[in-house]
């Protein structure tokens, strides 16, 4: 049985190893570099699966106590990110979603991927967007959807589903290299295991930074074809508020069109038809892409104090909220795909090396999804 490893539990990755279930394949690793499902920025104390469960009684506690960080997302949502869910540090039943804010399905090109919305809509994973956008463009055709309890939990679901894979966070992928025709796979914390089968789901800048023999085994094409993949770039401000505080605005959500700095307000828990006067309203700012890319490398404190600046001029009456988190996207959305692929690239045969995720389709659920099943079936067929 070939021992499968995944690298990033993002949407394509929770997917793949969902579609991989019940595959003549041995057990299933998911390696995940941030803390949780759904990508870079995702809180602490994310349920951890594997071997991490076997210390859950005893850190369980002080995980509580653990401030979370910011979230992310990605599906196919108008304002980009990520995909995953941040909790207040004071509060966290108080959510926000900071990268992907809802999917959208355009009925027309759904194809085979209409069973994916049919079950995760079944399942209540995600329900119809009702909530009032000012600015949103809405297609002839298409459909909105929100995640009620966080985008993260659409890759925790498909995780779920995968029966059985090992999920592991915090594991930081550095080099992949061939011995004893297997992959040796190295990360920053824990000795390297190997797999009979590696599939990479991470950007593709991320994938051209890994060291080892895979330098090498990237050919020059592949190389000039990764390459020529291009992301934009932005930050997402999340803001925190106790239970009972008023956020007296007409609009769930708002796209704004005359500022340098803001690109789009969410009163996020308002936007997923979640409010309650027993848990704390949130927040979601995100930036425009022009903000994002002249500030990319500044100071992370400088940029909040700038978007909250401009914050201020658009909505004056927002109160002061008792936490903010501050969330930089290096890798939003991409901009250009990989050319020539449908939906991933075979980097070497035997042992199989795969890679593949929204950089070889396009940052959309459907993109996610559409690499998922072209990653599966190479993976399926190799066998």
């Known amino acids: 049985m070939a021992r499968v490893l995944v690298v990033g539990a993002g949407l394509t990755g929770g997917a793949c190893a969902a579609l991989l279930r019940g595959a003549a394949l041995g057990r299933i690793a998911v390696w995940e570099k941030a803390r949780g499902a759904g990508g870079p920025g995702t809180r602490r104390g994310a349920a951890r699966r594997g071997a991490a469960r076997r210390g859950a009684a005893r850190r369980g506690a002080a995980r509580r106590l653990v401030s979370s960080r910011l979230v992310s997302s990605l599906t196919g949502c108008r304002a980009g990110g990520r995909m995953s869910t941040s909790r207040s540090a004071q509060d966290a039943a108080c959510t926000a979603d900071l990268g992907a804010q809802y999917v959208t399905l355009e009925t027309a090109r759904a194809g085979s991927r209409r069973s994916f919305y049919e079950e995760l809509l079944s399942h209540g994973i995600l329900k119809p967007l009702t909530a009032p956008i000012e600015g949103m463009v809405v297609k002839e055709g298409s459909c909105n959807y929100v995640a009620p309890q966080g985008i993260s939990s659409v890759v925790k679901y498909y995780l779920k589903q995968s029966a059985g894979a090992d999920v592991f966070y915090e594991q930081h992928v550095t080099h992949v290299s061939l011995r004893d025709g297997k992959w040796e796979v190295f990360r920053k914390m824990g000795p390297p295991e190997q797999f009979d089968i590696v599939i990479l789901t991470m950007p593709v800048p991320q994938i051209l930074q890994l060291q080892g023999d895979i330098v090498n085994i990237i050919n020059e094409s592949q190389k000039q074809q990764l390459e020529s993949a291009s992301y934009s770039s932005r930050y997402a401000l999340g803001l925190f508020y106790e239970a009972g505080t008023r956020i007296d605005v007409p609009w769930a959500a708002q796209y704004i069109t005359d500022n340098p700095c803001i690109r789009f307000i969410s009163i996020d828990n308002k936007k997923r038809n979640i409010e309650s006067p027993e848990i704390g309203p949130s927040v979601v700012v995100h930036t425009t892409v022009t903000f994002g890319s002249e500030h990319l490398d500044s100071d992370p404190a400088e940029v909040q104090r700038l978007i909250l600046s401009h914050l201020e001029r658009i909505v004056p009456s927002l109160p002061k909220p008792v936490s903010i988190k501050c969330q930089k996207w290096r890798y939003s959305q991409v901009t250009k795909a990989v050319p020539s692929c449908l939906g991933q690239m075979i980097l070497h045969t035997q042992p199989?090396?795969?890679?593949?995720?929204?950089?070889?389709?396009?940052?959309?659920?459907?993109?996610?999804?559409?690499?998922?099943?072209?990653?599966?079936?190479?993976?399926?067929?190799h066998l």
């Open 352 to 381: 199989l090396l795969i890679c593949g995720g929204d950089g070889f389709t396009r940052s959309s659920f459907d993109g996610c999804i559409d690499s998922a099943m072209s990653l599966a079936e190479a993976v399926k067929s």
